[in-house]
């Protein structure tokens, strides 16, 4: 046990990671911008191309920070930056359960990503099925919350069905349940509710983590960067347990670059929206396409009578969209992610020479 007085984030977290010392870097121990470094071993020249990336990059990322907390509306200590969604999910994982022990929740049809951290880390699942029409079932989800629950998934808009989750039911579990509610929202730019993201929430909600990414709305899913907001107790803990250095100094560079273009992005989304109802529109007109679900996000489920037969259809014109068909609630759909009106036109054109 820890002598100092428990910050409230500490009951979410396993104790050997509270209790554990993180490594600490050169950069941890001295901060400043100026001097003469000859702490870290580095190279005094330069990197053998030339271009000077022979310093270690800054372990958390603040001046990014600085920037995307004006966006978002967040202190800097609120974030966590991480290498892609997918590290901050992990992390969250590896620090909130123990294995064997503790279990997490999810709400199938879901994002894949949360199952396979767990499962790596030999940590329970527990499965509550959303509806038939993809809305959480808040009833079944607190009945199957038992004292070894430690997070609970919600993933809106959700992928692969692509719609938004109804707040009340999310607000009723982060209300009802004491351990991480974790609303992975990398789809919000497309949604219609972009400002009621809950990020906004943050203050009301010590249990709530939000997850984004710049992988889908800004483009730069090249780059790997996800995000996690949360209070600075929980931020801190992932901190503690991340590889110090996780963004590379070109990511950080490159995204202060990209920042500077919100209104690209927004443009790009506005783009992405016509054509997604465009290509809904189109995908109707098809005898064989049986229903489409509404989408939030960027991406269409549809229902096929013969969805196989037309992934392999597609494939052999070298169309890929994702067969979801084996996946629960999404028999004999595919899910289109929304493309250029060019690719757009390129599958319905093929769709139209399909024979059932
Ligand atoms: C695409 C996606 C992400 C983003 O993952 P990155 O690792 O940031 O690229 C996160 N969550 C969901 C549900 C996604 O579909």
């Keep these: 046990m820890r002598e100092n ?12 990671i509270l209790s554990l010392t993180p490594y600490a870097s050169a950069r941890d121990e001295y901060a400043g911008a100026e001097g003469v470094f000859l702490d870290a071993n580095e190279n005094p020249y330069s990197s053998a191309d030339g271009q000077g990336y022979n310093r270690y990059p800054d372990p958390y990322q603040w001046a ?9 509306g967040v202190q800097p200590a609120q974030i966590f930056l991480g290498n892609g969604s997918d590290e901050p999910i992990d992390l969250l994982i590896r620090a909130a359960c123990e294995p064997r022990q503790d279990n997490m929740l999810i709400m199938p049809p879901t994002y894949g990503m949360y199952q396979v951290c767990a499962d790596v880390q030999n940590i329970e699942t527990l499965k509550v099925p959303l509806t038939p029409d993809f809305q959480i079932d808040t009833n079944a989800v607190l009945a199957a919350i038992n004292p070894f629950t430690k997070i609970v998934w919600v993933c809106s808009p959700n992928n692969p069905s692509g719609n938004l989750l109804s707040r009340r039911s999310i607000i009723q579990i982060l209300e009802n349940f004491r351990g991480l509610v974790v609303v992975d929202e990398a789809y919000i730019d497309f949604a219609a509710a972009a400002p009621d993201s809950f990020v906004a929430e943050l203050e ?28 600075s107790g929980i931020v ?17 560079q490159a995204l202060l670059q990209t920042l500077n273009f919100e209104e690209r992005k927004n443009e790009m989304v506005r783009q992405i929206l016509y054509e997604r109802e465009n290509l ?10 049986s229903y489409i679900y509404p989408s939030d996000s960027n991406m269409l489920l549809a229902k096929f009578d013969d969805a196989q037969a037309v992934f392999d259809y597609l494939v052999g014109q070298k169309i890929i969209v ?3 068909s084996k996946v629960q609630l999404c028999a004999g759909c ?23």
């Design 204 to 231: 009301n909600y010590p249990n709530l983590v939000v997850l984004q990414t710049f992988s889908k709305a800004w483009g730069l899913a090249g780059l790997r960067l996800g995000m996690a907001f949360a209070s």
């Design 322 to 324: 994702r067969n979801r």
């Design 334 to 356: 595919l899910r289109v992610s929304v493309g250029t009106a060019q690719e757009n036109n390129s599958l319905i054109d093929s769709l139209l020479k399909f024979k059932p």
């Design 236 to 252: 801190g803990v992932l901190n503690k347990i991340k590889y110090p250095y996780n963004i590379n100094i070109l990511t950080q």
């Design 280 to 289: 809904r529109q189109q995908l109707a007109l098809l005898p064989f396409v």
């Design 5 to 16: 007085k428990q910050s409230q984030s500490d009951i979410y977290f396993t104790e050997h």
């Design 64 to 72: 990014v920070k600085r920037k995307i907390g004006l966006m978002k």
